[in-house]
């Protein structure tokens, strides 16, 4: 796990330790230094602790004008045991959103395992986008994860699956995968109506 890197390829237009509206800003990574675990496994230093001891993140992209966010993020996502998604909302989305951030993705690439507790999170957290026209899409799970998203009901509140889980974002501008995600929900609300 430690030669997982985040993605690298929007740096030289956006650096979460550089930006002064991010929960990172001012955070500082060696290179050299590997220092967090996910249980036994070292990890890059590149990722940022946000609060769980078996997820961690990195804020790829925020662009406050157009109001999007995307986030990736490694490791075991469990709410049962760690309330992970209590983490993940109180210590960097609700910030994000009080810079009128309203549209989230989230690369689950290198997401192992969830285990769900509670809803709650999730619901709160698609009550407080839809206010303001917004989504929340996790990209490209895997079959195991996507399926354990499922048996707690979270598909209800955020897009996941399908679609979702064959998006080729490496290398695209991060607004056009934004608008390539938008424009498929579009089209599943059309599809819906007739």
Same mark, same amino acid.
């Given at each position: 796990?430690?030669?997982?890197?985040?993605?690298?390829?929007?740096?030289?237009?956006?650096?979460?330790?550089?930006?002064?509206d991010?929960?990172?800003?001012?955070?500082?990574?060696?290179?050299?230094?590997?220092?967090?675990?996910?249980?036994?496994?070292?990890?890059?230093?590149?990722? !940022? /602790?946000?609060?769980? %001891?078996?997820?961690?993140?990195?804020?790829?992209?925020a %662009?406050?004008?157009?109001?999007?966010?995307?986030?990736?993020?490694?490791?075991?996502?469990?709410?049962?045991?760690?309330? !992970?998604?209590?983490?993940?909302?109180?210590?960097?989305?609700?910030?994000?959103?009080?810079?009128?951030?309203?549209?989230?993705?989230?690369?689950?690439?290198?997401?192992?395992?969830?285990?769900?507790?509670? %809803?709650?999170?999730?619901?709160?957290?698609?009550?407080?986008?839809? !206010?303001?026209?917004?989504?929340?899409?996790?990209?490209?799970?895997?079959?195991?994860?996507?399926e354990?998203?499922?048996?707690?009901?979270?598909?209800?509140?955020?897009?996941?699956?399908?679609?979702?889980?064959?998006?080729?974002?490496?290398?695209?501008?991060?607004?056009?995968?934004?608008?390539?995600?938008?424009?498929?929900? /579009?089209?599943?609300?059309?599809?819906?109506?007739?």
């Amino acid at each position: 796990m430690h030669d997982i890197e985040p993605y690298y390829g929007w740096i030289e237009r956006y650096d979460s330790s550089e930006d002064e509206d991010s929960p990172f800003y001012g955070r500082e990574h060696s290179e050299f230094m590997y220092t967090d675990k996910i249980y036994n496994y070292y990890i890059h230093p590149q990722w !940022d /602790h946000f609060g769980s %001891d078996t997820l961690y993140m990195k804020l790829l992209f925020a %662009d406050y004008d157009d109001r999007y966010a995307i986030i990736e993020l490694i490791g075991e996502w469990n709410d049962c045991l760690h309330n !992970d998604v209590m983490f993940l909302k109180r210590n960097v989305i609700d910030p994000l959103m009080k810079k009128d951030i309203s549209r989230f993705v989230i690369i689950m690439e290198n997401v192992l395992n969830f285990h769900g507790d509670e %809803d709650c999170y999730y619901e709160e957290w698609a009550e407080e986008v839809n !206010d303001e026209h917004g989504w929340v899409c996790c990209v490209n799970m895997l079959t195991h994860v996507k399926e354990e998203m499922e048996s707690t009901g979270i598909q209800y509140y955020i897009n996941l699956g399908g679609v979702y889980d064959h998006i080729a974002w490496r290398g695209k501008e991060a607004h056009l995968l934004v608008h390539q995600l938008e424009n498929v929900m /579009h089209s599943q609300v059309k599809q819906l109506r007739y």
